[in-house]
C-alpha cells in the first residue's frame, strides 16, 4: 500500500447532520418529503452539526488520514436567485479546518441527494435549470473552500437517486416514469459536466471526480442471451454514469435501446458537447454487492427494492434487459445484499482496465440490526466484511488496479434512508435518542489495520 494511500469513513450530509431548519438552512427535498409522507426523517440524524468535532477526533484517533463527507445545498445557497447562506459556509470552514487541524484529508461531495426543495418545485433535476444552478452552487463551494479542498466529487451516485426516485419510486420524488428517469439521469450528467468546467475554468487546484454505486456485472452462464442482458444490465447499472464521466459519451446501444421506446430528443448537441469536454479526474465507486443476471424476456416488468429488512423482498427484473438472481452460494444480508468481497476485486480491475483513472473505494460497508446497549458492539461480522473487502482491494492493486483510498461507510452510525436509523452502518455507535458515541470493536480493528498501512489484512485469493 502506497504510503499516501487515504484511509477514512464517508458520510452523507442529510444522513449525519441533522440541524436541519438551523442557521438559515433551506428545505431539502428529502426534508420535504419525508415530513409531508410522515416517514422516519434525519431532522436530528447523528446530529453530526453539534458533534463534529468529536466525530472527527474519534477519526483521528482510530487512525483515519481522510474523511469524505458531502456538502449540503440547500444549506449553502438559499433560494433559486442563487443567494449565499454566510452560515452555511462558516458551518463547512469550521468543519474542513478541524479537519485539517486533526490532519485529515478533506474529501468532499457536492451533492448527496439532498436537492433543495425550491428546485424540487419547479420540477428538481427534470428541469435544465436545476442542472445550471448546480454549476453555480459548485462554483460558489470552489471559491469558499478551494483553498484547503483539493479532492472533489460532483454527485454521489447518480444511478441510485435517479432510478430510486422516477423509476422504482422509493425515493422522493417517488415517481415510476422511465421517461423522466431518461431526462433526470441525463440533466445529472449535464450538471456534473457544467461543474467539472467551472472547475476547469477557475483553475483551481486539486481534482475533480464523481462518484458511482458500482455495482459489476456478472452473468450466471456464457450463453449469448446472458451475456446480452449482462451488458444491459451493465448499461443500466453503471455504464451511463462511469462512460458519460469518464469518457464524455453515453454507451450508444444504450441510446439505441432507448430511443427504441422513448423520446431521447431533449439531448441536444450542444449539451452533449459539453459532456464531452469535461471529463472526471478520478471515479470514486461505492461497493456494496455485484449484480447478478440472467436474460429475462417475458413477463412483466417488476421492480421491488428492500426497505424493510426482510429477506427475499427485492425483486428486480425487466423485461427485454435483464434479471436479477440470487447465487445460491453467497450469504445475503437482511436487506437482500449479496456479501461477495471478489466482486470488488473483479469490479475494480475491470473499472481501471476501461477508464484507465485512478480509483478511490468512497463507500464501502455492510448494515444491520445492532443492539448497541451493551459495553463494547462485538461487530466481528463487519471486521470479517472489512477484512474481506480491504484484501479484495489489495487484490486489485496487485493486479495493477490505481487504487488511492477506501473508505468505510460508515465512521459512525447514521441515518440510512428509507431503512430508517435501525439499519447500523458505523464503526461507532450512535444512541440516537442520548447521541452519544461509542466505539464498536471494528473501530479499534480498523485502527490497527491503518496503523499497518494495511499489512494486517488477512490475505487470500478468491
Ligand atoms: C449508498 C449511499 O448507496 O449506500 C449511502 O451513498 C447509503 O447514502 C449507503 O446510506 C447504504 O445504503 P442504505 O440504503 O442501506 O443506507
Not at 418529503?33 to 447523528?46: F, T
Amino acid at each position: 500500500m502506497n504510503s499516501n494511500f487515504l484511509w477514512g469513513g464517508a458520510t452523507a450530509s442529510y444522513q449525519c447532520e441533522g440541524a436541519w431548519n438551523i442557521d438559515d438552512k433551506a428545505e431539502s427535498m428529502w426534508d420535504h418529503y419525508l415530513h409531508e409522507n410522515n416517514l422516519e426523517n434525519g431532522d436530528v440524524a447523528s446530529d453530526h452539526y453539534h458533534h463534529f468535532e468529536e466525530d472527527i477526533k474519534m477519526m483521528k484517533d482510530g487512525g483515519h488520514n481522510a474523511y469524505r463527507f458531502s456538502l449540503s445545498w440547500p444549506r449553502i445557497i438559499k433560494n433559486r436567485a442563487g443567494d449565499i447562506n454566510p452560515k452555511g459556509i462558516a458551518f463547512y470552514n469550521k468543519l474542513i479546518n478541524c479537519c485539517l487541524k486533526n490532519g485529515i484529508t478533506p474529501f468532499v461531495t457536492l451533492y448527496h441527494w439532498d436537492l433543495p426543495q425550491y428546485w424540487q418545485e419547479v420540477g428538481g433535476w427534470l428541469n435544465l435549470d436545476t442542472s445550471r444552478a448546480f454549476a453555480h452552487y459548485a462554483e460558489v463551494c470552489f471559491e469558499a473552500f478551494g483553498d484547503k479542498v483539493k479532492l472533489w466529487t460532483t454527485f454521489n451516485e447518480p444511478k441510485w437517486f435517479t432510478v430510486n426516485g422516477y423509476l422504482i419510486g422509493n425515493y422522493p420524488p417517488a415517481e415510476h416514469d422511465l421517461q423522466h428517469t431518461i431526462i433526470c439521469g441525463f440533466n445529472v450528467m449535464y450538471a456534473n459536466a457544467l461543474a467539472i468546467q467551472k472547475f476547469r475554468q477557475g483553475k483551481f487546484q486539486g481534482q475533480i471526480g464523481i462518484v458511482h454505486s458500482y455495482s459489476p456485472i456478472d452473468g450466471i452462464d456464457d450463453t449469448i442471451e446472458t451475456k446480452i442482458a449482462m451488458r444491459n444490465a451493465d448499461n443500466y447499472a453503471n455504464n451511463w454514469v462511469l462512460d458519460t464521466a469518464a469518457l464524455g459519451s453515453f454507451p450508444i446501444d444504450l441510446l439505441a435501446k432507448l430511443s427504441e421506446t422513448n423520446d431521447i430528443s431533449f439531448m441536444k448537441p450542444d449539451l452533449l458537447k459539453t459532456i464531452a469536454e469535461n471529463k472526471v479526474d478520478f471515479l470514486g465507486l461505492n461497493y456494496y454487492a455485484r449484480t447478478l443476471v440472467k436474460p429475462y424476456t417475458s413477463g412483466e416488468t417488476k421492480m421491488v427494492f428492500n426497505n424493510s429488512g426482510k429477506k427475499g423482498s427485492t425483486q428486480m427484473r425487466i423485461k427485454n434487459w435483464f434479471e436479477q438472481v440470487m447465487d445460491p452460494n453467497s450469504e445475503y444480508t437482511e436487506w437482500d445484499t449479496e456479501i461477495y468481497p471478489k466482486g470488488l476485486e473483479d469490479g475494480l480491475i475491470r473499472a481501471y482496465q476501461k477508464y484507465h483513472l485512478p480509483i478511490f473505494v468512497t463507500e464501502n460497508g455492510v448494515g444491520f440490526h445492532e443492539n448497541i446497549n451493551v459495553n463494547e458492539v462485538k461487530d466481528d461480522y463487519r471486521i470479517s466484511f472489512m477484512n474481506d473487502h480491504i484484501n479484495a482491494l489489495m487484490n486489485a492493486q496487485d493486479k495493477g488496479a490505481d487504487v488511492r483510498g477506501y473508505f468505510t461507510w460508515s465512521p459512525f452510525d447514521l441515518y440510512s434512508w428509507m431503512n430508517g436509523v435501525e439499519k447500523r452502518y458505523g464503526l461507532v455507535a450512535v444512541d440516537f435518542s442520548t447521541l452519544k458515541r461509542k466505539p464498536k470493536a471494528s473501530y479499534f480493528w480498523y485502527k490497527k489495520i491503518i496503523n499497518s498501512n494495511g499489512k494486517l489484512i488477512e490475505r487470500r485469493e478468491y
